[in-house]
């Protein structure tokens, strides 16, 4: 796998297994196996149940999507999100907010400047036109969109 996430922090402890309670009891977490699998450095190695749920929950609560944490984690979304369903429940609520801007609106060209690009030609222009708009008219919305 290409993507590594290095920013993860996995617990340190003396050991490099632990014994955690988990919902069906105890369980026995291998702390290395653990670490590797967040850190994107599992290379095709197999985790138990316990441990995909507890590195599952380390990726989750530093807002990795579901979908890589899956990967990650080697284990269905679905899967995961049946673990986690509070947490998938925010995520559709957060994907169906934040719609990626469509490229040829002053939206579509403040998306571009706030991750740092060169804005298209397309947002370009409808920025341009949404500035003279505002000039004229006090309002970047296009009035003469909306019939009467």
Avoid at 14 to 39: K, N, Y
Avoid at 119 to 127: V, Y
Wanted: aromatic fraction near 4%; proline fraction near 5%.
């Amino acid at each position: 796998m290409s993507d590594r996430i290095e920013h993860v922090r996995v617990p340190q402890t003396s050991a490099p297994t632990v014994f955690m309670a988990g919902p069906e009891g105890l369980a026995v977490i291998d702390m290395i196996a653990v670490e590797r699998a967040v850190t994107g450095h599992r290379d095709g190695a197999r985790l138990t149940e316990d441990e995909a749920r507890y590195a599952a929950s380390l990726l989750l609560a530093e807002s990795v999507p579901f979908s890589v944490a899956a990967t990650l984690v080697g284990i269905n979304a679905n899967r995961l999100r049946g673990w986690f369903p509070e947490l998938a429940a925010i995520e559709v609520r957060r994907s169906i907010k934040h719609q990626p801007a469509p490229c040829g609106t002053r939206r579509g060209y403040q998306a571009h400047k706030r991750r740092g690009e060169d804005a298209c030609i397309p947002c370009l222009t409808a920025n341009r036109l949404a500035d003279q708009r505002y000039r004229l008219t006090g309002s970047h919305s296009d009035v003469s969109a909306v019939a009467a």
